[in-house]
Nanobody
Framework: QVQVVESGGGLVQAGGSLRLSCIVS????????MGWFRQAPGKEREGVSC????????YYADSVKGRFTISRDNAKNTLLLQMNDLKPEDTAIYYC?????????????????WGQGTQVTVSS
């Protein structure tokens, strides 16, 4: 049984930082692309950042480029998202997912296994 568990969300002031973590079990972690997605109230779930199975390639949404950094530790079945210079518009539930990496985009339809999400709230 595949389990995807996110942690690290919370409340932070604008300009602050958070680091999200995701631990995956029940699958061969280094065979899967991984991604971070987010969903704000009333909006569709969008791809924030995705990473190839060996970490060699990454994708970032324009809205987070230069502020967020995705990384993975295949030895620990862990995915990370370092979020710096947070803005109120980053407020959302953030989800970790396992699936297939695609160049130049991060479509949620390419991802199979999903976590329950962690809330990130950025106050102004």
């Amino acid at each position: 049984q595949v389990q995807v568990v996110e942690s690290g969300g919370g409340l932070v002031q604008a300009g602050g930082s958070l680091r999200l973590s995701c631990i995956v079990s029940g699958l061969t972690f280094d065979s899967y692309g991984m991604g971070w997605f987010r969903q704000a109230p009333g909006k569709e779930r969008e791809g924030v950042s995705c990473i190839y199975s060996n970490g060699a390639r990454t994708y970032y949404a324009d809205s987070v480029k230069g502020r967020f950094t995705i990384s993975r530790d295949n030895a620990k079945n862990t995915l990370l998202l370092q979020m710096n210079d947070l803005k109120p518009e980053d407020t959302a539930i953030y989800y970790c997912a396992a699936g297939y990496y695609r160049e130049y985009s991060c479509p949620r339809t390419d991802f199979i296994y999903w976590g329950q999400g962690t809330q990130v709230t950025v106050s102004s």
